[in-house]
């Protein structure tokens, strides 16, 4: 009986341990075996990293780079006309303003002769009288056999002489209040006198110009100067307005100099037809300094690094790191240099800053 009591003792402790295991098995292994499972090698719930990003093509197209230069619409130097008088005179009124457009014969000012002019033109229409007395006293004499033939000549040519100075001095203007009138129709570029000013023979009065006959002054830096050529397209706008209309003009000259009041190079460009642009005005001019042909994309597309640029691409759903070299570029495009980069391949525009080689990626891909 004792016997059978120790195996049935033994039986019951061999139970309770076995129930025991099963107990922590049932809280511990089911947990320990997921963590496993997702730590394991090729496990399906391995955490995976996929960047979104959105791309476009690598072109295989033309690009351009240009500056943008200010400037004033000046008038063409050999259009325009002063506005002189051939004698001293002194300035009454002034009956035009300067950007005035007039009329030829239009009255511009009005101004007399100086008092010394009046005192020429008194004396040469005094010389002009005794001249002619002179001439009728000497042929009064020739009638009467008291003056020689060369007498009657030489009186004939002083009496000729002095009516041909008188003639000259009023035919300049010399004498009481005048008005000087447009000698062709154009716009009053310039005043150069006041009222109550004396001027001198020739000094121009005011200058005048065919609204036709304009021109764009634009100041360039040195180092692009070199980089345009006479007859270039430019393409110009009055810096202020709302309207986008472009006006487009070609470089008609170059100058070689450094223009001592701005520090650059004047350019010089003819405006078409009817541009609508007024004397004085501001206006921003562009103009392309090279051109070239190769791979482009847009410049969102490359970043730098150190002393290198780097560009993303896109394959097999995988980003693939270039490093590039940067040719020719503008404010929007810039042309890459390298062979690993092909023509047509995704290029990563948004999201490439974040981007490793090889890493998983997903998003917009334009065609």
Do not use: C
């Not at 511990?28 to 990293?49: C, F, I, L, Q």
């Not at 101004?111 to 005794?130: K, P, V």
């Amino acid at each position: 009986m004792t016997r059978f009591m120790k195996r049935i003792s033994w039986a019951f402790v061999l139970i309770s341990a076995l129930g025991m295991g099963v107990a922590i098995w049932r809280q511990t292994g089911p947990k320990t075996a997921a963590a496993n499972t997702a730590h394991a090698p090729g496990s399906h719930t391995r955490p995976r990293v996929i960047a979104y990003v959105k791309t476009v093509p690598v072109r295989r197209q033309s690009i351009s780079a240009s500056v943008v230069a200010y400037g004033t619409v000046v008038a063409r130097a050999s259009s325009i006309r002063n506005v002189a008088v051939p004698f001293n005179a002194q300035v009454l009124r002034i009956l035009v303003a300067g950007g005035q457009h007039v009329r030829k014969g239009e009255p511009l000012l009005q101004l007399e002769s100086t008092s010394s002019e009046l005192l020429r033109l008194a004396q040469a229409q005094s010389s002009a009288l005794s001249a002619e007395e002179q001439l009728s006293e000497v042929k009064q004499k020739f009638a009467l056999h008291l003056a020689t033939r060369q007498s009657l000549l030489a009186a004939r040519q002083a009496l000729k002489l002095a009516q041909l100075n008188l003639t000259n001095l009023k035919t300049l203007g010399i004498g009481g209040p005048r008005l000087i009138k447009a000698p062709a129709g154009g716009v009053v570029s310039k005043i150069l006198s006041g009222p109550g000013q004396i001027v001198l023979p020739g000094a121009p009065l005011l200058q005048l110009v065919s609204s036709r006959n304009i021109e764009v002054q634009l100041g360039l830096e040195p180092e692009d100067s070199i980089k345009v050529r006479r007859g270039q397209t430019v393409t110009l706008l009055p810096v202020g307005e709302q309207s986008t209309q472009r006006i487009v003009g070609k470089i008609s000259l170059i100058t070689q100099r450094v223009n001592p009041l701005t520090r650059l190079v004047d350019v010089f460009v003819t405006p078409q037809m009817h541009s609508g642009l007024l004397l004085g005005q501001y206006v921003e001019g562009k103009l392309i300094i090279a051109k070239a042909t190769g791979l482009v994309v847009p410049r969102a597309a490359v970043l730098p690094a150190g002393n290198v640029q780097e560009l993303f691409t896109v394959r097999n759903g995988r980003a693939i790191l270039h490093r590039v070299r940067i040719g020719l570029a503008n404010t929007r495009y810039v042309q890459v240099l390298g062979s690993s980069v092909v023509e047509g391949e995704p290029a990563v525009i948004v999201g490439n800053a974040e981007l490793t080689n090889g890493m998983a990626v997903t998003g917009t891909f334009k065609p």
